[in-house]
């Protein structure tokens, strides 16, 4: 397959993908969840099934004076809600509930969590230095790993090129996130960042073997007898059934388990779903192609 001759193609796909996802950040944003903003998170069902999500906000905003205080319906359907509110204490978490139960209807409760504010601003903090990390961190691995590859391209290279496919790999699925968000009022908590993180490292995988590939044939073949371009060609075909087999087995067991798993992590297997797909792409289609044209400077 010649992919290098072909790479106008892929990298315009990849370029519209990476365009849309910063597109709907940009326009959507992110909604952050409790875990990054503080606040309480309570998820209710009524077993009479006559309660609307509308009857629960005036509730919640008329007899318990919240302000501000955001209803949802959550995944599982019916009288099922997801309540958010500012920070509840443990003592009024008990009163309210009481109340609820003697002048609403009879309420379970499937859910409380709590988070103050500045544990929340600490915990946005902390996820986005620890995304920052991981990337530079993975990028001068990269170019030490690859420092007696010097010619035609030099090891930092190598390490910058897989920082700019991590990035994209990493960009895609938070696209889509914002886009759910939008749409779907769903937010983001630190179980996005894990997401995030485990497509990184998954991506860096592949990554690291097409560069490794392409190593070993400077190597051994040396680009005496073929040019740096049909050398990355061979080495890419010879390393594509290998990440697309290995990306498979993850992508069903990833399938089977939005599917069958539990409702409440179904867009935390999505996210890595979707960051698999398109870090096994740009493995094999973006990162190459990018090293012939920055060996060729174009």
């Not at 944003?29 to 099934?49: A, M, N, Y």
């Not at 008990?94 to 504010?117: C, D, N, P, Y």
């Given at each position: ?6 790479k106008?193609i ?14 709907a950040i940009?326009v959507?944003?992110?909604?952050p ?13 009524f077993?009479?099934?006559d309660v609307?999500?509308?009857q629960v906000e ?10 501000p205080?955001?209803?949802t319906?959550?995944?599982a359907?019916?009288?099922?809600f ?11 978490h ?10 609403l209807?009879t ?8 988070i ?6 600490e915990l946005?903090?902390?996820a ?7 990337l530079v961190g993975?990028s001068l691995y ?5 420092r007696?590859?010097?010619?035609p391209?030099?090891?930092?290279k190598?390490?910058?090129?897989t920082l ?9 699925p ?6 759910l968000?939008?749409?779907?009022n ?8 894990v ?8 991506s ?7 560069f ?8 051994v073949i040396?680009?005496?007898?073929k040019?740096?371009?049909?050398l990355?060609?061979?080495s890419v075909?010879q ?5 697309i087999?290995?990306s498979?087995?993850?992508?069903l067991?990833l399938?089977a388990?939005?599917?069958f ?10 996210v ?14 973006v990162a ?9 400077r174009i």
């Amino acid at each position: 397959m010649n992919i290098i001759g072909h790479k106008s193609i892929f990298l315009s796909i990849s370029g519209i993908l990476f365009l849309a996802s910063i597109i709907a950040i940009a326009v959507f944003g992110f909604k952050p969840g409790i875990d990054f903003v503080g606040g309480t998170l309570w998820q209710l069902e009524f077993p009479s099934g006559d309660v609307s999500r509308e009857q629960v906000e005036e509730f919640f905003k008329s007899n318990l004076k919240f302000t501000p205080v955001v209803v949802t319906t959550s995944e599982a359907g019916g009288a099922n809600f997801i309540v958010r509110t500012p920070e509840i204490t443990e003592a009024d978490h008990a009163t309210h509930l009481a109340r609820i139960s003697k002048e609403l209807k009879t309420v379970e409760e499937l859910q409380f969590q709590t988070i103050g504010a500045a544990i929340g601003h600490e915990l946005r903090n902390k996820a986005i230095t620890a995304f920052i990390l991981v990337l530079v961190g993975i990028s001068l691995y990269i170019a030490f790993a690859f420092r007696k590859v010097s010619r035609p391209v030099s090891s930092w290279k190598y390490g910058i090129i897989t920082l700019v496919t991590l990035f994209h790999d990493a960009l895609i699925p938070a696209g889509m996130r914002a886009l759910l968000g939008q749409f779907l009022n769903l937010e983001i908590d630190t179980n996005f960042i894990v997401a995030i993180l485990v497509v990184m490292g998954f991506s860096v995988h592949d990554t690291i073997v097409v560069f490794d590939r392409i190593r070993e044939n400077l190597r051994v073949i040396g680009i005496s007898k073929k040019t740096f371009a049909e050398l990355v060609n061979e080495s890419v075909n010879q390393t594509m059934a290998r990440s697309i087999n290995t990306s498979l087995t993850l992508v069903l067991v990833l399938i089977a388990m939005y599917i069958f798993g539990a409702v409440n992590l179904q867009y935390f297997i999505l996210v890595i779903l979707v960051g698999t797909v398109v870090g096994t792409y740009s493995s094999i289609f973006v990162a190459s192609p990018i090293l012939t044209m920055w060996q060729r400077r174009i």
